[in-house]
């Protein structure tokens, strides 16, 4: 700045007069942007291409339209919405650029400025003529910049693709959102008035039972014995005689629905249409497969292999969202035989609303909701560690309770070492392992916070990386997951040998299933991972991990 409070090539007052008519009031936090636009600019190499990143979406998205080519229009400027006040501009094509933030610890001698901030009085409350103030005499001293590099999938120009035209609302949008548009998967920003606004069920023939002899039945009608028996009685299509009226009495029907001259219009679609449309979708992946045709409106979804049952939580509850649709499955992370019942799904009316079926379909479409991941074979080396137990002063118990555990998910063990608490003596462990051709290595013990625990160490030692040590899960708190090139090592706290179910049980199926075990992965498994410690373990057919 050529003099003191200037904003770039603007006076403060001449800045003020450019934010009032663009924001419609000079906003203090348009006020403290400018500076913070001005800031990361100066530090941009001369004649580089940038886009921008605004951390907040409101006030300091303008000060970046204002004073640089980025807009939200030309697509240069990002909105991440994170409520943190700092911005970026990085370079175009390699992500590289500088983050400038308003800094609250060199707040310290303009008490209106962080009054302001940090919300420590009301709107009403503040000296506006005072906050400007200090605004001009801070300038850029209360800012703080820091190098960054942007994540791949802010740099360079997306494309939106395939343009289709909406079912529903018929106008067009990108195909891959799905089979609507999002604004017709309830994403729209307004608010349906009218009659569309409460959809009802279609006009059907009903009779009573005295005169369904000779009819034909429109669904599967269930019959239930309390604590005996649940089946379809009469099934969908199925002529009634004189002496099903009184079944049909006895189960409490008077009325009953059948085919006749009113007819649902081809706004409507059967149950059994509905389910059998949302089964095609759940396994075309290959993983499932449908147990038959849809059973008192319902179709049971089998898993077609051996493997780990897979459930995108977040899909299955979109597609729960939408009205008079459902799909239950059984837990993620379930492991399952082929032939076992893994999920099932219905319309929940008698007839579903087209418009609901595409939305329905549009989200399974965005799937898989749910698969079976196939479990590899893997070959284990066991590196049982402890010198109490390398000296045979106490008998190894790891390896006769993880071998079974392995064996029992196809895999075998390949070698078994035992080795002292010596950090050398476990890196050679572990080298002869890998040469013995294991792709996952157990480690056993050595993970607590004893001066003699020293197995992470040689682990790093042996090259280990994308180490993981610690995670909410009781017990096996100290648990520990890494790689040594494509080799999974999967640590394991004496806590093993003292309960039948733990960490380990929870985590070795999605090992051998090769999928990625994250950081929040493991944060998340904390909602139901304390083992009730139950006197007889009943795992899997519990709540632990679940």
């Not at 941009?44 to 300091?60: N, R």
């Not at 279609?202 to 269930?222: F, I, N, Y």
Request: proline residues 6%.
């Amino acid at each position: 700045m050529s003099e003191k409070g200037n904003v770039g090539q603007y006076t403060f007052d001449e800045y003020l007069d450019l934010i009032g008519r663009f924001h419609s009031y000079p906003a203090p936090g348009l006020i403290v942007g400018g500076y913070m636009v001005e800031m990361a600019k100066r530090h941009m190499p001369e004649g580089v291409l940038y886009d921008a990143i605004s951390e907040a979406a409101s006030c300091l998205p303008d000060a970046i339209q204002l004073l640089t080519p980025c807009t939200a229009g030309n697509g240069w400027l990002k909105i991440v919405n994170l409520d943190r006040y700092a911005l970026s501009l990085f370079n175009k094509f390699t992500g590289e650029g500088v983050r400038v933030f308003l800094d609250v610890d060199k707040l310290g001698g303009y008490d209106e400025i962080r009054s302001w901030y940090l919300k420590l009085k009301s709107k009403r409350e503040q000296d506006s003529d005072k906050l400007r103030q200090q605004m001009r005499e801070a300038g850029e001293s209360v800012l703080t910049m820091q190098a960054v590099k942007a994540a791949p999938r802010f740099i360079g120009k997306t494309s939106k693709g395939a343009i289709a035209v909406c079912p529903l609302c018929g106008e067009a949008f990108p195909k891959a959102h799905g089979a609507i548009c999002k604004g017709c998967q309830g994403e729209a920003p307004y608010v349906e008035t009218g009659e569309s606004e409460i959809l009802v069920q279609p006009r059907l023939a009903s009779v009573s039972v005295e005169q369904a002899a000779g009819k034909t039945t429109l669904h599967d009608m269930t019959r239930i014995v309390p604590g005996q028996s649940k089946s379809a009685e009469f099934k969908a299509g199925q002529q009634l005689s004189v002496g099903d009226v009184c079944r049909l009495q006895q189960m409490g029907r008077m009325h009953v629905y059948v085919q006749g001259d009113v007819q649902p219009g081809p706004e409507w679609v059967h149950e059994d249409e509905a389910a059998e449309a949302f089964a095609e979708v759940l396994c075309r992946e290959g993983s499932l497969e449908k147990k038959g045709p849809p059973h008192e409106g319902k179709i049971t979804l089998l898993a077609a292999q051996d493997g780990l049952l897979v459930v995108d939580e977040n899909l299955l509850e979109a597609l729960n969202l939408v009205p008079d649709v459902m799909c239950a499955t059984r837990h993620c992370y379930s492991v399952v035989r082929r032939g076992e019942a893994v999920a099932g799904t219905r319309a929940i009316p008698l007839y579903l609303s087209r418009p609901n079926l595409h939305k329905a379909l549009s989200v399974l479409n965005k799937g898989p909701v749910l698969r079976v991941a196939p479990l590899r074979r893997a070959r284990a080396g066991l590196l049982i560690t402890g010198t109490e137990v390398f000296q045979g002063i106490i008998q190894d118990k790891f390896a006769p309770t993880l071998t079974p555990k392995i064996e029992a998910l196809g895999g075998t063990v390949v070698k078994t070492l035992i080795r002292p608490d010596d950090r050398q003596a476990i890196r050679d462990g572990v080298k002869e392992l890998l040469g013995a051709g294991a792709d996952l290595i157990v480690t056993t013990a050595g993970l607590s916070v004893d001066p003699d625990d020293v197995t992470r160490q040689g682990l790093q030692d042996a090259g280990a990386t994308d180490m993981l040590y610690g995670m909410p899960v009781l017990p096996g708190a100290m648990t520990l997951l890494a790689r040594i090139g494509n080799v999974q090592v999967l640590g394991v706290p004496a806590c093993a040998l003292f309960f039948k179910t733990t960490s380990f049980d929870l985590l070795l199926p999605r090992l051998l299933a090769d999928l990625p075990v994250t950081r929040r992965d493991l944060a998340r498994l904390g909602h139901g991972a304390m083992c009730k410690e139950c006197v007889e373990c009943k795992y899997p057919h519990c709540p632990f991990g679940k």
